[in-house]
């Protein structure tokens, strides 16, 4: 992994599952070269580890974590596996070629899941886990366990997975709200018991994994943060399975925003827009147009109110600069709650430089026409002013 570089800040570690857990969403699926096309976005980004796949599962995801592998050299390359030594050993094959290769491998610990999923017990469990660990240890240094179903996992339980896991040789323990089901401040708690209870955890990193459900993903991740986990799993555009993971893009501008004077990451926020897009036609899955910072109204103003605050000063009603997230500007959008501050702004982008009186004339015929469509878009605009100042058009 990349070292911190401000002393003083704690270094956060972005580990990237779009290419694992968010290509499991129905008809997302890549070939092994769109994998690796973004997999090379992912490392100009600046994620610290790439979830490259899950190389048991298929011969086409064996072929792109390989891929993977073999070119990405300045970000972790992790392959996931279940708590199966053949699953292990392929995992291993995948990344015999990363120059920092990770091995993701785990096991449920809720009751649920050691009753109803692998008709186990919890002592049995924990032999698994340490097994799985040690084995993996076998072929890589750096070892991830996932504890699945941590969210509704018993808090005294999951501390003692997590104590004999670390004593295997584990290096990173991810505590994964599989379900989506913690609130902010449980999800936390639970953070902050591992911290408080677990012997040897201060020689691991605590990792978030954290599933949109209830819509809690990003709050729930950052509750980890700010009580000792020190890496978030995440995704572009928040996709995964169900309702999706944590987005990426929000954990970012969270931590860069909120966070500045206490945490580090290496994410260049200027790219977010852009891989944003890459994501959303690789996988044809539409970004929902108010979705935080990378969705196409994110940085759009419609209301008079908000438009004459933002005209007047950008933070008004914006707390990140678009050029933050690689937008170019903020969008005044023409329709019908408009108003004149807006009306002026968007005619002198379309050469027309308007006086008070004829403001007041633009804005009658313009409120008629923004009544009978949604948008008034350029070339309605244009049509307009043309029309009503012909000797300022020419």
Request: hydrophobic share 35%.
């Amino acid at each position: 992994m990349k070292e911190g570089h401000n002393m003083n800040k704690e270094r956060i570690y972005i580990f990237d599952t779009t290419l694992r857990d968010g290509e499991q969403v129905p008809g997302c699926k890549l070939n092994p070269q769109q994998k690796l096309k973004l997999a090379r976005e992912l490392q100009a980004l600046g994620v610290d580890v790439i979830e490259a796949g899950f190389p048991i599962s298929s011969p086409g995801d064996f072929e792109a974590v390989e891929l993977i592998a073999k070119e990405i050299r300045n970000t972790t390359i992790c392959g996931l596996s279940r708590s199966i030594e053949k699953d292990i050993v392929e995992t291993a094959r995948a990344l015999k070629y990363a120059k920092m290769p990770r091995i993701h491998t785990g096991i449920g610990t809720s009751d649920i899941h050691i009753f109803h999923k692998f008709n186990s017990t919890r002592e049995k469990i924990i032999e698994r886990a340490v097994s799985a660990v040690k084995f993996a240890k076998s072929f890589v240094e750096d070892v991830e366990f996932y504890a699945e179903d941590a969210g509704r996992t018993e808090n005294e339980y999951l501390a003692k997975v997590c104590e004999e896991v670390i004593k295997a040789g584990a290096t990173v323990l991810n505590i994964p709200d599989t379900t989506g089901y913690c609130l902010p401040h449980e999800y936390g708690e639970k953070i902050k018991y591992l911290i408080d209870n677990v012997k040897g955890i201060e020689n691991v990193i605590l990792s978030t994994h954290c599933h949109n459900d209830l819509g809690l993903a990003t709050s729930n991740s950052i509750a980890g943060i700010e009580n000792g986990a020190r890496q978030i799993e995440c995704t572009i555009n928040g996709i995964g399975e169900r309702a999706g993971n944590a987005a990426l893009e929000e954990i970012s501008m969270i931590l860069k925003h909120r966070f500045a004077d206490t945490y580090t990451i290496d994410i260049n926020s200027k790219r977010l827009n852009h891989i944003s897009k890459l994501v959303s036609e690789g996988m044809s899955m539409p970004v929902q147009p108010n979705k935080a910072i990378v969705g196409e109204n994110a940085f759009a103003h419609s209301s008079g109110i908000h438009q004459d605050g933002v005209i007047k000063k950008r933070s008004n009603y914006e707390i990140i600069d678009p050029r933050d997230v690689g937008v170019d500007q903020s969008s005044i959008i023409l329709t019908a709650r408009s108003g004149r501050a807006a009306l002026a702004y968007r005619a002198k982008e379309v050469g027309f430089n308007l006086y008070k009186d004829q403001l007041d004339i633009a804005y009658g015929e313009f409120i008629n026409m923004a009544d009978s469509k949604k948008e008034v878009n350029e070339n309605d605009l244009q049509l307009l002013l043309t029309k009503l100042f012909p000797a300022i058009a020419s």
